[in-house]
Every structure is written in structure tokens, then in C-alpha cells.
């Protein structure tokens, strides 16, 4: 599971068996954690699931996100090869 950023006590991280799904990444800091789906067509993010995650640290999560898009898909598609399904 590949740590992509540490940022602000956030960790964002992939796991390496989800090759297969639409672009996402894995958030934690301290004990909240979350998926969050890339949304490359809108430039926007939508929450998978979260545990933990208060309405503060969503939007501070979003704006790391936001701030780091770019370079989160570029590592998205270095690690899993580009692959992703269509539609998201």
C-alpha cells in the first residue's frame, strides 16, 4: 500500500490489490480514515465511505485532494498502469 502524501498529518495512500476499480485513493489521519473516487471528467471527488471523518477534516481532506489532483491521478496511473473502468 503505497504511501502517495503526507500532508498536514494526513496519510494518502493506494492499495495494490484495486487495480481494477475507478481511480481512488485511501485517506487516514489519526483515527479517521476514508476512500475517496477521483472524479477525472469534473475535477471533483466523492466520498466512497468514511470512519471517523468529521465535517472539518472532510474539508480539509478535499482541499489536499484538490491541491494535489493532478500528481494523485499521475501516481493512480503509475502504479495500476492506467487501468480503470470506464465511467468514472
Given amino acids: 500500500?503505497?504511501?502517495i502524501l503526507?500532508?498536514?498529518g494526513w496519510r494518502l495512500f493506494f492499495y495494490s490489490n484495486e487495480r481494477n476499480e475507478?481511480?481512488?485513493v485511501h485517506a487516514q489521519k489519526g483515527g479517521?480514515?476514508?476512500k475517496m473516487?477521483?472524479?477525472r471528467d469534473t475535477y471533483d471527488v466523492a466520498e466512497a465511505w468514511s470512519h471517523?471523518?468529521?465535517p472539518g477534516l472532510r474539508r480539509e481532506l478535499r482541499r489536499i485532494i484538490f491541491d494535489h489532483f493532478d500528481l494523485?491521478?499521475?501516481e493512480w496511473n503509475r502504479?495500476?498502469?492506467g487501468h480503470h473502468h470506464a465511467g468514472h
Fill in 22 to 24: 475507478p481511480p481512488h
Fill in 72 to 74: 494523485i491521478m499521475d
Fill in 1 to 3: 500500500m503505497p504511501t
Fill in 37 to 39: 473516487w477521483l472524479l
Fill in 52 to 54: 471517523g471523518l468529521s
Fill in 79 to 81: 502504479h495500476h498502469g
Fill in 6 to 8: 503526507l500532508v498536514r
Fill in 32 to 34: 479517521a480514515e476514508c
